[in-house]
């Protein structure tokens, strides 16, 4: 079972999504008469926040007019957990469609993807313009419709969580060190993972046949009757009879019976 190639880009998918929740974020300045002088739209990267912190610190020159441009945004996935509350069978499957054939699925199993926001600012108005603007969405989650099985059309709605907010301000420090106010926002995302997703023609109900006997024993039953059914779904009407059919076959006493007919078995 293991070794067989498989990628839906699930966790990728995630890691996408969740950075497009962020990625239009502005802030304004406005004067003292309340008129709008400037409007900048917050950059927003995938990295830690220590990379864009050694960059400021490490920087040869500190008087160099532009260390690096703030406000900024950056997210990344730092951990990825298995969710026990939302466990389902192991076997249980379910049947989906690409359009043209059927597919057979084993159910997805949950599993926790962690990340980290941050909100890098120099003036705290800045960050507290970008903080409201993320917190009242949270409740403490926002629901995102991921497609997360394109060739099945699998989308499910994944609750992102928000589960904590830090703040830290180094304001402590000479003249020449550069301060940067610091937002941390911890989320989760209820995300599921699909194994292979196999063909399940098969599986199909393309023929039914009952056999109806007189005896319990069916082997030496002397009377028997069999229907069969062939449905048609796509082409059938009010009035088809889905390609019903019937078959007799018996008898060792050379006499016939009708299975519409009332006998005495």
């Known amino acids: 079972m293991l070794g067989t190639y498989y990628y839906h880009e699930i966790i990728r998918k995630t890691i996408v999504s ?30 830690p926040s220590q990379k864009f912190l050694a960059r400021l610190e490490q920087q040869a020159d500190l008087n160099k007019p532009v260390g ?10 730092n951990n990825v957990s298995y969710d026990s509350s939302r466990k389902t069978g192991v076997t249980q499957t379910f049947k989906a469609s690409d359009g043209n054939n059927i597919k057979k699925v084993f159910m997805p199993v949950p599993y926790n993807i962690g990340f980290e926001l941050n ?3 120099k003036l705290n108005d800045d960050a507290l313009q970008i903080i409201e603007q993320i917190l009242p969405y949270f409740q403490p989650s926002f629901n995102l419709t991921v497609d997360l099985v394109k060739s099945i059309g699998e989308k499910r709605d994944i609750p992102i969580v928000l589960d904590s907010i830090n703040f830290q301000d180094d304001y402590e420090g000479d003249f020449s060190t550069r301060r940067a106010l610091i937002y941390t926002l911890g989320f989760t995302a209820k995300t599921y993972l699909f194994g292979p997703v196999a063909e399940s023609s098969s599986g199909l ?3 039914v046949q009952i056999d109806y006997s007189a005896n ?21 009407g009010p009035d088809d009879d889905f390609g ?3 078959t007799t076959s018996f008898f060792s006493d050379s006499k016939s019976y009708s299975p519409t007919r009332q006998t005495d078995i």
């Not at 990625?23 to 990295?47: M, Q």
């Not at 690096?68 to 996935?77: D, G, Q, W």
């Open 205 to 207: 109900i393309k023929k």
């Open 18 to 47: 969740f950075g497009t929740l962020f990625n239009a974020i502005s802030i304004r300045h406005d004067d003292k008469a309340g008129n709008t002088y400037s409007e900048l739209k917050v950059p927003l990267a995938y990295g």
């Open 244 to 246: 019903f059919s019937e």
């Open 119 to 121: 909100v890098l600012a």
């Open 68 to 77: 690096i441009t703030l406000p900024r945004m950056s997210f990344e996935m």
């Open 216 to 236: 319990t024993d069916v082997k030496n039953s002397k009377r028997e009757v069999r229907y069969t059914v062939t449905p048609d779904p796509v082409n059938a």
